[in-house]
């Protein structure tokens, strides 16, 4: 058997023993060890200095307040009836919104207006259901 002399050694990046004996593992490992540290020290928030604490405290609570008035206040404008005369709207009006489709022709109209008169029954009987009666006309027929 005709056996390739590159199959039997390892190639280059593979950890061959000569690059094996080369290899600084210990300088390689420190600097993976950095590396990970100033990862971990970035996601880290910075250090606080004490007496800035209550003034953080503070901003956080003012941020707070400003986002419940600012909830409320959507909520308030939201409801028409709770703002009948509020400074948004001077005066009230009553006029109800017509939907988009108010203004159709054919309202209201389905497919099939005789067979919802005929009253509608329950069979146990898969075959003569009205669901797979009206499959078969539809789809086989």
């Known amino acids: 058997s005709a056996v390739s002399p590159r199959c ?5 990046t593979q950890d061959a023993p000569e690059e094996v004996r080369n290899r600084d593992f210990r300088r390689e490992l420190e600097e993976r060890e950095r590396v990970a540290a100033r990862e971990k020290n970035r996601d880290r928030p910075t250090r606080v200095v004490p007496y800035l604490i209550p003034a953080i405290l503070d901003e956080e609570q ?10 409320m206040e959507n909520i308030l404008s939201g409801n028409p009836l709770l703002n009948l005369t509020g400074p948004a709207q001077p005066q009230a009006n009553f006029k109800v919104k017509r939907r988009w489709d108010d203004d159709v022709v054919f309202k209201n109209c389905a497919k099939g207006i005789d067979e919802t008169k005929k009253d509608k029954r329950f069979v ?3 075959l003569r259901s009205e669901f797979h009666k009206k499959f078969m006309e539809k ?3």
């Open 139 to 141: 789809y086989i027929k």
């Open 62 to 71: 003012e941020q707070k307040a400003e986002e419940e008035r600012i909830r």
């Open 8 to 12: 039997c050694f390892r190639q280059a």
């Open 124 to 126: 146990n009987d898969t």
